[in-house]
């Protein structure tokens, strides 16, 4: 920290608790001694040949021990000195020193390269799947968003613009993803000394309110979407009957799509999948006995990895919307997504009495919370439980 803004911190501080002082009147030359006062470390008071004596505090900013003249202890008290150490020694503490910062602003790259920089030290980290996705959203989003403008001169302004914008540009999901992107990315700058420390301008930005989904199927649409897959499984096409098989998979095992799609037959391990790559890493899908008859049903081709085979284009399946928005439509089931059939899993597994751990562990989730939103229960279950419970009380009462 320089001379001159030392003595700014000192002018305001002195501002601060009213004192009024004139350096032109401050003793010249070697103080002959100094009474280092406790209240705080480095505070204390040189007195000069001459009689005046002068409030100093010394401390160390950017690895040099700097002196700093407060004022004379004859024009002010020693509490207003004290609230001025204070002050300066806190500067001194959280690294305010121009020096350093100028230095820091002339190495931060633009926004444009430290974007480059970031993909090409932080992508590794991700997974294929996420890796596509986040490139994705970086063409159409993050190249060329902030023009011009340094990394480490970003701000709340520039941001809540920049997301606003973005609003009106996709949907509330997917700006929200695009802001965990940048928001990482001004956390990576500060861990790589491109931005001060907590000075990430994302943070005081709110955030897209996420849709709350909870539509799973009832006992009624679930047999209405039975009989529509099996006849469809029984069929004599070439592709339809793969897909339907895929459908019902989902629904018995509750896992996501790119985990069904992405089997290969050595991942089925008797009554158990091992999935070598899902969402939340490496796990292990236990099959009941109808899953496992459906598998079976599958047929094995020769020089062929994969259980969701398309033999029209001879190549993998990766995606089953078309169908399943055919096959839903048939069924009665408007606007019901994919991964309602995961939803419905769950949903049926709470109300089938099974613990928020054993169903997270079924679907593969890390944590509780992200168990607890997909298990609801009908009102038929909803009712049972009241009746179960009145009936309880009603025998501890009588």
């Not at 004379?72 to 020193?97: C, E, F, K, N, Y």
Request: proline share 4%.
């Amino acid at each position: 920290m320089t001379a001159l803004a030392l003595r700014q911190v000192v002018a305001d501080a002195l501002a601060e608790v009213g004192a009024n002082v004139v350096y032109l009147r401050l003793p010249k030359g070697k103080p002959r001694t100094t009474t280092w006062i406790g209240v705080e470390h480095g505070f204390g008071i040189r007195h000069y040949a001459t009689g005046r004596n002068v409030y100093i505090v010394q401390t160390r900013m950017a690895g040099r021990l700097r002196t700093v003249t407060i004022g004379p202890a004859s024009v002010i008290t020693r509490h207003q000195a004290t609230m001025v150490a204070r002050r300066v020694i806190a500067h001194a503490q959280v690294g305010l020193d121009p020096a350093t910062d100028r230095k820091r602003i002339r190495s931060a790259p633009r926004f444009d390269d430290f974007l480059n920089e970031y993909w090409a030290r932080w992508s590794p980290h991700w997974k294929a799947s996420t890796y596509d996705t986040q490139c994705g959203y970086r063409a159409l989003y993050l190249d060329g968003a902030f023009p011009g403008v340094f990394i480490d001169a970003l701000n709340e302004a520039d941001v809540t613009k920049w997301f606003a914008d973005l609003n009106n540009r996709t949907g509330p999901g997917a700006a929200n993803r695009v802001m965990s992107i940048l928001n990482n990315m001004l956390n990576k700058a500060e861990a790589w000394g491109y931005r001060l420390e907590n000075t990430n301008p994302c943070r005081a930005v709110r955030l897209n309110r996420r849709r709350q989904c909870e539509r799973f199927l009832s006992t009624a649409e679930m047999r209405q979407l039975g009989r529509l897959l099996a006849e469809e499984r029984a069929g004599e096409d070439r592709v339809r009957p793969i897909m339907a098989t895929a459908i019902t998979l989902l629904l018995l095992t509750g896992c996501r799509v790119s985990e069904i799609l992405g089997l290969q037959w050595q991942d089925v391990r008797g009554n158990r999948l091992n999935l070598r790559d899902s969402k939340t890493g490496p796990r292990t899908v236990w099959l009941g006995d109808e899953a496992r008859a459906l598998i079976g049903t599958l047929p094995r081709l020769k020089n062929v990895p994969w259980l969701f085979w398309n033999a029209r284009f001879r190549k993998p399946i990766r995606a089953v919307t078309h169908y399943w928005h055919d096959f839903r439509d048939r069924a009665g089931l408007p606007k019901v997504r994919l991964h309602d059939l995961r939803h419905t899993f769950a949903s049926h597994a709470a109300m089938n009495k099974e613990t928020l751990p054993m169903i997270g562990r079924l679907l593969g989730h890390r944590n509780h919370q992200s168990t607890a939103r997909y298990a609801h229960l009908d009102d038929e279950h909803v009712l049972d439980a009241a009746e179960q419970i009145g009936a309880a009380i009603e025998r501890m009462m009588t």
